[in-house]
């Protein structure tokens, strides 16, 4: 990525839209502190963040990641997976059960939560990873290409279920597509080219920022 100047707001909804290699994952990874700017600095809420120990700890905590491909531990059922994201905040084994049950049922796998994730479809993995991504309420939720591996039913369920959270949950979401139908659900489009954004990163609402990207 070059010439990066970004900035993404509280509650924004954002589609981060281009081609395959464009660099919009490029992009999404400098947001979520995953890689570092050779130069230039990430901000979060105004902060500069220099370490990685840092960018993990707001990863756990205020940042939520949902990946194409699920990134589930197959062995596990879906409550296990959900419950893994709540251990280290000090919850009692039941209250971690009991918070992964409700995030469960939040996204419509009440009845499928004591199933293992390698007998559930792919639309309902990545229902199961949302819930995972948003175990502790994240401000931000990031999504890279979350309808991307899924038929066309199940994207339209899963992208229809991260609308209803960011409007619910007021949280920002940040969404990773090449689908020009969902990026049009958005508030606001960026759009990448050849590691560099062609369009729409000015800002689009007053609001306190939340994370920025500046730098070449």
């Keep these: 990525m070059t010439?990066?100047?970004?900035?993404?707001q509280a509650s924004d909804c954002v589609a981060i839209v281009g081609a395959s290699g464009s660099g919009k994952s490029?992009?999404?990874n400098l947001l979520c502190g995953i890689d570092y700017p050779s130069a230039g600095t990430v901000l979060w809420?105004?902060?500069p963040i220099r370490k990685q120990v840092e960018w993990a700890?707001?990863?756990r905590t205020q940042i939520g990641i949902v990946f194409q491909e699920f990134n589930l531990i197959p062995t596990l059922t879906a409550l296990e997976n959900v419950e893994l994201a709540l251990f280290g905040r000090g919850l009692s084994t039941v209250r971690r059960q009991t918070r992964a049950a409700i995030l469960l049922e939040r996204v419509g796998l009440e009845a499928r939560m004591h199933n293992r994730v390698t007998t559930?479809?792919?639309?309902?993995?990545?229902?199961v990873a949302i819930a995972r991504a948003i175990a502790n309420e994240p401000l931000l939720l990031l999504a890279d290409e979350p309808t991307g591996s899924l038929d066309s039913v199940n994207?339209?369920?899963?992208a229809d279920l991260l609308f209803k959270l960011h409007h619910d949950a007021k949280m920002a979401i940040v969404l990773v597509t090449h689908d020009e139908t969902l990026a049009a659900r958005c508030r606001r489009q960026i759009r990448v080219k050849d590691g560099q954004i062609v369009e729409g990163a000015g800002k689009a609402v007053i609001a306190p920022s939340i994370v920025g990207a500046a730098g070449s």
């Excluded at 479809?121 to 229902?127: T, V, W």
Aim: net charge positive.
């Design 3 to 8: 010439d990066v100047d970004l900035e993404i």
């Design 26 to 28: 490029s992009l999404v």
């Design 45 to 47: 809420q105004g902060r």
């Design 57 to 59: 700890r707001m990863r």
């Design 120 to 127: 559930l479809s792919g639309g309902e993995r990545q229902r």
């Design 155 to 158: 994207a339209l369920l899963v």
